[in-house]
């Protein structure tokens, strides 16, 4: 009996030492009320700008975040290896950071669902060479991030090359690497094709050599040595955005307009704005009212190449390309007045912006007012209803883009209020005008834009009879 006794007193203080289940992952973030997501500085992933923080990947963790019900905070780094040791010794909770998989890392984290592609390019400075095929006929050193992918890569191919000449850095990032090809301090890089993309809208003499690996997937890293509450999450998370189209819209809000690239545009754009826009930024300025002033600049170089006397084979002119009755409208007198052309292109913008409906959001409005602003609001309303009909939101610009070349076919221009249009030609223009715009938001941020403006002189009897 006393032995039967003392078992039941054993295993009662058994039971009551048993330690208590510890939380999730998920539950101990929830508890916390903060995700902590770790993220790489670079204008592909992560950054401040004017307004606060800014880029894809913090948009997404933003939205991830607020599913959760907690608060987001994200910790940069500026170097790839220190992100991953984050997440290893779990300062952090996941990483947003454009990041894509390899074997190594395959071994050490979790990679969640892809939720973009990029292509992997060796990137040399236009005319300082012939341009290599291949990776035997680079004729001096090849410069990538230390901790990278491309690192990784280079590590596993290097063998099949012994004359290959590389090296990783750990004093650069990215984006950096592709300034120091286009100084002629190193020759080559390994640069992501949305990375290259953007930096090559300020530098033109970016040049392609050719694509070591094709369709990479990028994807959010979380640790593998915990539980799978918070990955089982970020599975739902992407596979929702997906499937609501919210993925498309965000990757084309980033990236829709930059994959396009003329070398002859780009250059001539950039040497504009420093020799011909100084001449006008005061008057855009001065008449963007609420509009940002590097969007009326942008529209205008779409329009006339800052040059105030552009005429068209229709008829338009001036700065911002009026036709007549806009003009008279707008109250302008000579549409070869720069500042009357400005004046009166601000007005007319924003006459077709207070005309998109106001539960559009941003950047969204601003591409629907600028497509109306050149093939008229009645043929954008046509598209958005074909759009509608086709089962798209009408409320999207990426779902009215694909709608609006449709103008061009009688099977469709019949069924539409304004008949023909040339629907292709607004799709060109507002990614034209998006480009440009980014270039000047670029520029100017970092004082490359030319303050002083120069005295304009309007020949007398230069006007154009606007009565």
Known sequence: MLRWLASLLLVGLLLGCTPEPQPSQLEAIKARGVLRVGTLLGPTSYYLDAEGQAGIEFILAQD????????????????????????????????????????????????GPPYMEVAQRIVFRQGSRDRPRSLEELDAELVVVEGSSHEDWLESVAPDYPNLQWRSTDDHDASELLRQVVEGDIAYTIADSNTLDIQRRYYPDLSVAFTVRDNVDIAWLVNQQVDSSLYSEVIDFFGNLRHSGQLSQLLDQHYGHVSSFNYVDTSLFINAVQTVLPKYRDSFEKYAGALDWRLLAAISYQESLWNPRALSPTGVRGMMMLTLPTAKAMGVTSRLNPEQSIEGGARYF????????????????????????????????????????????????????????????????????FGFARGDEPVRYVGNIRRYFDTLVWLDERGRIPAKSMEITIPEGSGDGVK
């Open 64 to 111: 991830f975040a607020d599913e959760l019900g907690v608060e987001l905070e994200m910790v940069s780094r500026y170097n790839v290896k220190n992100l991953l040791n984050l997440l290893d010794s779990g300062e952090v909770d996941l990483l947003a950071a454009g990041l894509d998989r390899t074997a190594k890392r395959a071994e050490r984290f979790r990679f």
């Open 350 to 417: 924003e006459r077709m912006l207070e005309r998109i409906p106001a539960r559009i959001p941003e950047p969204d409005r601003i591409w629907f007012a600028l497509a109306a602003y050149n093939i008229g609001y009645g043929h954008l309303e046509d598209a958005r209803i074909l759009t509608q009909q086709q089962g798209g939101d009408a409320d999207r610009w990426i779902d009215v883009r694909k709608r609006l070349p449709l103008l061009r076919q009688k099977k469709f221009y019949r069924q539409t209020r």
